[in-house]
């Protein structure tokens, strides 16, 4: 059986308490341009700075990474 809402938004505030882990929930839509040529993907990481993305497209899969930089 699956978690609850309220359980997986427990879920959350917990691992949102521990620095090194973090929950993002993403927002993502995908269309094709006005030609119908490409394909158009937007995708919205809330509380992430845009420098700490890392972007890979290999075939069909596009992968999404945050990194931070190790001091």
């Avoid at 882990?21 to 919205?44: H, L, Q």
């Avoid at 290999?58 to 990474?65: D, L």
Wanted: aromatic share 8%; hydrophobic share 30%; glycine share 6%.
């Amino acid at each position: 059986m699956s978690e609850s809402i309220q359980e997986k938004k427990n879920k959350i505030e917990k691992d949102e308490e521990d620095p090194k882990k973090r929950v993002v929930i993403p927002e993502f839509c995908g269309y094709s341009n006005d030609d119908g040529t490409d394909y158009i993907a937007e995708v919205i990481l809330p509380g992430v700075e845009k420098d700490t993305i890392k972007l890979n497209a290999y075939g069909w899969h596009i992968y999404i990474e945050c990194v931070k930089d190790e001091m």
